[in-house]
């Protein structure tokens, strides 16, 4: 049975809702990235190969996993091709979604390690610069 987690807000998060209205991220974008910037939760399957999903279900430009006693490497990543948010859920560990790329192969996770998951999305702000920013992220164990 798969654990559900609930995200702790991040202060990036609130402080990009307040930008919403300069971002060109208006209510209508049901599945873009302004569609998760409050309230997300997270749902991480069970074993070494969990499937990860969160809700809502907006699309974002990529994600990463670490360990969460080594944060500065990433054991495995995908994300969206440039600028785009196009990675949508669920995503299955090891499993590269369609139109998605990644620097190699997943790492194998050892159960009852823990490790974080860090979703990405890629804000087109009218003022330069555009950038890619952490949107929520959620510890779990296999």
């Not at 944060?71 to 090891?94: C, F, H, K, M, Q």
């Amino acid at each position: 049975m798969p654990v559900l987690c609930r995200s702790h807000v991040r202060l990036r998060a609130t402080a990009a809702r307040a930008l919403v209205p300069l971002l060109g991220l208006g209510c209508s974008d049901a599945l873009g990235p302004s569609a998760c910037l409050s309230g997300m939760s997270f749902v991480v399957g069970t074993g070494t190969q969990p499937t990860f999903d969160w809700r809502p279900a907006c699309s974002v430009n990529g994600l990463t996993v670490r360990a969460v006693e080594n944060p500065d490497e990433a054991i495995w990543s995908l994300g969206s091709p440039s600028t785009s948010n196009a990675v949508r859920p669920p995503i299955r560990y090891g499993t590269m979604p369609s139109g998605a790329s990644g620097p190699g192969p997943a790492a194998a996770l050892v159960t009852g390690s823990t490790y974080r998951l860090t979703l990405y999305v890629w804000l087109e702000n009218p003022i330069p610069p555009s950038q890619q920013q952490v949107l929520d992220s959620v510890d779990f164990v296999p």
